[in-house]
């Protein structure tokens, strides 16, 4: 089986397992532009790395950002990308179900209520979409989107949202051809452990856009 073959072969996408963690972790952070582990190594034990608070975050399936709500795609058995959705709260009215956000400092915290603002908390929001350098450009992300298109369907939603970076073009040009429009932006308030500058982008399309 070919790369390409995958991308046809939603057989080939699964549940994310415990044994995933670290995949899922190098995928993240590469993802997130630092955003993750920025939080991971505030949120770290006593002695503890920086990789193994990312771990033990990912699987606590009391965080949005768990397992639970990852799904795999797979070649030759290998994971080789990852998207994590999930339905967000409204920040005015409801509460995170993790309450890590108490244990950040103040500079951390500041720096996240961008991302905190932009919401749309009637859709399915896609926190990370990540896949290995090595299949980029070959419609595994395309794929990933028409599934999460499908999961917000079964769940009676009819949008999708996500946030990027405005500085990440090849992921802004993904989203454009499958139908997402910017609802909102915010200017990324600089943190020594971001990696992008620019703006943050809430990006929507309806779920009717990507599966047809």
Known sequence: MTIYSLVKNMNNFRPAKSQDANILLSLVSESSGGVW???????????????????????????????GNATVAEFNGDPIGVIICYQEVNVRTGKEKSQDSATLSNSLTNALLPYRELRDPDGLFISELCILPEARGKGIGSQFLKFAAQSAMDRGLARLSLRVFSGNSGAVRLYQRSGFEVLDDRSIVPHSGFKYSGSVLLMTCAVSSVLQ
């Open 37 to 67: 582990p920025a939080i991971w190594k505030e949120l770290a034990r006593n002695g503890e790395s920086i990789e193994a608070a990312g771990a033990r975050y990912l699987v606590n399936a009391a965080n949005n950002l768990s397992i």
